[in-house]
């Protein structure tokens, strides 16, 4: 089932006829309504009537978080705050948080693109969804549910924490979609497992729409044989809407992108130049009908690539490749680039260990150093091991070959690394502490 057929199917030429009537509109609005992108345009020497094509897109200037930060809390606001109905801000662990606005529109937009990205995911009326995100100003909790609400599913707001609660409730009420981050989902499975809760035998869980945090191929399938479940990728970013940009459908082979309502480039993120079709790098999206928080080239950090190949789900709109990495996840180890993905991946590929890790990143003298703490999985040894050292000699030489650099191994007892009801902390980089 398509949720939005007329606007999911529409043909290459129907679909940038109507981008560019829309990304012509946006920009002469913001060029009117919000000083920064005209002051930004201006110094860029672009008028919105330069905007004729689609590939005029290009001679607009790139927006950053720092843009966003730089007018904290309303200056890139397109509409009076007496329009804005909602307003929903990033954690800001990093400096002042990003705040982005809704008008009823834009909220009546965000939860239709929810009800494709859920539609996609199989899921529809009759489903009961419990929704596993925290709610507040984080855009995961909110988007989620009012467009599964939309979709017409049940939607159960049991929200993260009290993860024996979610078990009961999933019992009771016969959840049969989860909803949240993937390392939630299977702390979950482990709790309900202590309490006896066989989550692939006693629950009537048939589907995860999972998102927030970057998460491997690797992990989707501890996810799907913990549950018994198929898992969904979702992906968005507060900054351009919340979840509802991408999504999964059943072939699993690319997220399709929302793109009557985003217009996505892929660019080289050292230089800004847009790359060749199908060349990975990192995702800018610029919104096509957002009233109160319009953004123009944003830069997601997020690295990716395009497929344009037809999808056999019949929808017509291009997809993106799962986001494993994000340019500022990524680690610089004596020179080498890591993304925690990349260990996840062998982790999760390495019997005998279960998928909570933690990567700890230090300075020894002038060298850095990576120690890889992983935990044991729960059933300890495997008959097939000899011992611990041989365990982690054989996933030291998995990373080495990975990575080409030598990590510290530590295995450690199953439960004893922390676990988080949002997104999972995987990383801790002491370069940086020590810098401060
Ligand atoms: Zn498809």
Redesign the pocket.
């Known amino acids: 089932m398509i949720w939005d057929r007329k606007y999911e199917t529409l043909s290459r030429e129907e679909l940038q006829r109507l981008q560019l009537a829309r990304l012509k509109e946006q920009v002469a609005r913001v060029y009117e309504k919000v000083p920064y992108y005209r002051r930004c345009m201006e110094e860029a020497g672009v008028r919105p009537e330069d905007i004729r094509s689609l590939d005029d897109l290009a001679r607009l200037p790139f927006t950053t978080k720092d843009d966003l930060r730089q007018n904290y809390p309303f200056g890139l606001f397109a509409v009076p705050l007496d329009r804005v109905i909602r307003i929903h801000a990033s954690s800001g662990t990093t400096g002042k948080p990003t705040v982005v606005g809704y008008t009823k529109k834009d909220l009546r937009t965000w939860a239709g693109l929810i009800a494709r990205i859920v539609t996609?995911a199989g899921v529809r009326r009759g489903d009961i969804a419990q929704v596993c995100f925290s709610y507040g100003l984080f855009t995961g909790g909110f988007g989620l549910h009012y467009g599964l609400e939309r979709a017409g599913v049940t939607v159960v707001p049991a929200a993260a924490g009290n993860t024996e609660r979610h078990i009961r409730l999933m019992q009771d009420f016969g959840t049969t979609v989860i909803v949240g981050t993937p390392s939630y989902a299977l702390y979950m499975a482990e709790v309900a497992r202590s309490l006896g809760v066989d989550p692939r035998r006693d629950l009537r869980v048939r589907r995860g729409l999972f998102g927030a945090e970057p998460w491997s191929e690797g992990m989707r399938a501890e996810i799907e044989a913990a549950w018994g479940i198929k898992a969904f990728d979702n992906y968005g970013l507060s900054e351009v809407i919340g979840p509802g940009v991408a999504g999964?459908?059943?072939?699993k082979?690319?997220l399709?992108i929302n793109e009557d309502h985003f217009l996505v480039e892929v660019i080289d993120p050292e230089t800004g130049r847009p790359l060749p079709p199908g060349e990975r790098g990192e995702l800018v999206f610029t919104t096509l009908t957002k009233e109160a928080f319009p953004v123009i080239r944003y830069r997601t950090r997020d690295i990716s690539r395009l497929m344009f190949e037809p999808?056999?789900?019949?929808?017509t709109t291009i997809?993106m490749e799962r986001v494993t990495g994000r340019s500022d996840d990524m680690l610089i180890i004596r020179g080498v680039n890591v993304f925690p993905s990349q260990i996840e991946e062998v982790i999760t590929s390495t019997p005998g260990l279960a998928p909570h890790y933690l990567i700890i990143v230090d300075k020894k003298g002038y060298l850095d150093e990576i120690e890889v703490q992983v935990e044991l999985s729960p059933e300890g040894f495997s008959d097939r091991y000899e011992d611990l050292a041989s365990l982690e000699e054989q996933l030291r030489n998995r990373l080495q070959a990975t990575l080409s650099l030598t990590p510290r191994v530590k295995l450690v007892e199953f439960g004893s690394l922390e676990r988080t009801t949002g997104k999972a902390r995987r990383v801790i980089d002491r370069r940086k502490e020590a810098a401060k």
Do not use: D, I, L, V
Not at 248 to 251: F, L, N, S
Not at 311 to 315: H, W
């Open positions: 996609m999964e459908c059943e072939e082979r690319g399709h999808c056999p789900c019949g929808r997809r």
